[in-house]
């Protein structure tokens, strides 16, 4: 099979001749893989691993700052806190395992009135030069092509702080309602023009929205389905109408709301905290597997920094084979290959889905 064909046979819940793969990592992980196979610089490094999907995407057209969290950076402050297009600041911070930006300021945790939320500087579409997309689609033709957008319930807390919107939501639901409103209409305008751009060759629109936790969930089911998932679902039928299948990327345990995700037309759940409270792949498979297709899986907790490579590599045979069974599953780590995992730990997982040696 191609990889369009393996990924989209998969997604319908049919068997493939291997499982799809996909590749996240943090930056220090990629660059210490490549090096570990000996890639030059021109040589692929998700074609060495298999990998079956392509990510394509609108360029930034103003001039973006280094360091940036999820969205570009276009302000750094006096005390080295670098601003996002939202206003939302980030701190660099260097640790042991690796290099993040930490959230360090949130532009309206003192709205008090729709008046100020009006007043905020908010993002546009047009920031973006979506020009490129067909070409790098058209390039990547025999891959599952998808695209990236942000979602609501994160950048809104982003903003606002999180104490400050968990409140406006229980006792302030028209400013809630409001500050998710004005994201959301970003978000829909820009992910339009990509899949414009795209000219029907996006296949699939992931919409990243942490609102699990290693616990369960942020919010309440009944909250989420009252202020998110309508949300959700008017964004997703957005995606739909230009033929994209529609992944959605959230962190912990979620497994209360996946009936509510299939119901308005999530297709693809990814990365699978398979650690966190009621996402065992047993019972996401049992209970799920024939109306959701699981991409990722593969413990980042426990599993990937701590077990040997033998020991991935048995692990990675056993979520294939579970997960696996009759289609629905895509495998990749249950969040970003990070600093901690040994490099030959991460080339065992992508040995074990190829049945090859990668050196």
Request: hydrophobic letters at 40%.
């Amino acid at each position: 099979m191609k990889s369009k064909q393996r990924v989209r046979s998969a997604i319908r819940h049919a068997e493939t001749d291997r499982v799809p793969i996909d590749y996240y990592a943090r930056g220090e992980v990629t660059a210490a893989l490549r090096k570990r196979l000996g890639l030059g610089a021109g040589e692929s490094l998700d074609a060495r691993l298999g990998v079956d999907l392509r990510g394509v995407g609108p360029s930034f057209k103003p001039e973006a700052l280094p360091y940036a969290y999820a969205d570009p950076s276009v302000e750094k402050t006096h005390d080295g806190v670098y601003l996002d297009i939202w206003g939302v600041g980030f701190r660099p911070n260097q640790t042991d395992s690796g290099f993040y930006m930490d959230l360090a300021y949130h532009p309206l945790k003192s709205l008090t009135s729709m008046d100020e939320l009006e007043g905020h500087s908010w993002p546009t579409a047009d920031m973006w030069d979506y020009s490129e997309v067909a070409d790098r689609a058209t390039e990547n033709a025999d891959y599952w092509v998808w695209a990236h957008s942000r979602g609501i319930f994160e950048i809104s807390w982003f903003i606002r702080g999180f104490d400050e919107f968990m409140l406006d939501l229980a006792v302030a639901p028209e400013l809630a309602v409001a500050l998710m409103d004005r994201v959301q209409d970003y978000l829909m305008a820009r992910t339009r023009c990509v899949l414009e751009a795209g000219n029907g060759l996006i296949d699939m629109v992931e919409y990243n929205d942490d609102v699990g936790g290693q616990d369960g969930l942020l919010i309440s089911p009944e909250m989420f389905r009252q202020f998110v998932k309508p949300r959700m679902a008017t964004f997703a039928d957005m995606c739909k109408s230009y033929g994209a299948v529609v992944r959605y990327h959230c962190c912990g345990g979620l497994r209360p709301i996946i009936d509510d995700l299939v119901e308005i037309g999530v297709e693809v759940l990814t990365p699978v905290q398979t650690l966190a409270r009621g996402m065992e792949p047993e019972g996401l498979k049992r209970d799920f597997g024939d109306r959701m297709t699981f991409n990722g899986g593969i413990d980042t907790q426990r599993l990937l920094p701590y077990s040997t490579a033998q020991g991935v590599r048995e692990e990675t045979r056993r979520l294939m084979g579970l997960l696996g069974a009759g289609g629905g599953f895509i495998l990749g780590p249950s969040h970003n290959f990070q600093a901690d995992v040994p490099v030959d730990n991460v080339v065992a997982v992508y040995e074990a889905a190829l049945g090859k040696a990668l050196t």
